[in-house]
């Protein structure tokens, strides 16, 4: 398991929901590629509404709805393995927008790791 606390750098690949790779949803393959590069973790991120560089909004009101809304793809680790991950997104990514952000991990634990932690009640975060 990776431990990961203390400076970090947050990827951030924003897209449309309908961009495939081969055929799967684009955020599918780059949470997979992600996961076996064993970088910490990744979160995809379904967006309500948004636009980018086409200038057409889409939107997830019932008037106007619209099947190709906005994911962010998120991912946390140091720096040095992010940045070896990006000549992956080079390949995968023909449009959209991925953005790197310095960012700090607090804390960074697995389910069942403490066990005798019954949630977050009470704990001290700084």
């Known amino acids: 398991m990776t431990r990961l606390t203390g400076s970090a750098l947050r990827l ?69 393995r992010v940045r070896a991950f990006l000549p992956q997104l080079d390949e995968l990514v023909t449009e959209g927008m991925v953005t790197l952000d310095p960012c700090e991990v607090i804390r960074y634990v697995g389910r069942g790791e403490n066990r005798g932690d019954s949630g977050m009640k009470g704990k001290n975060w700084l």
Request: glycine letters at 8%.
């Open 12 to 80: 951030t690949v924003l897209i449309g929901e309908n961009d495939t790779w081969h055929r799967k949803p684009l955020y599918t393959e780059i949470v997979h590629r992600a996961h076996a590069a064993g970088l910490a973790g990744a979160s995809v991120f379904r967006g309500i509404e948004g636009f980018g560089a086409s200038s057409r909004i889409h939107t997830s009101r019932l008037l106007s709805l619209s099947e190709d809304l906005p994911v962010a793809v998120v991912v946390v680790d140091t720096e040095e």
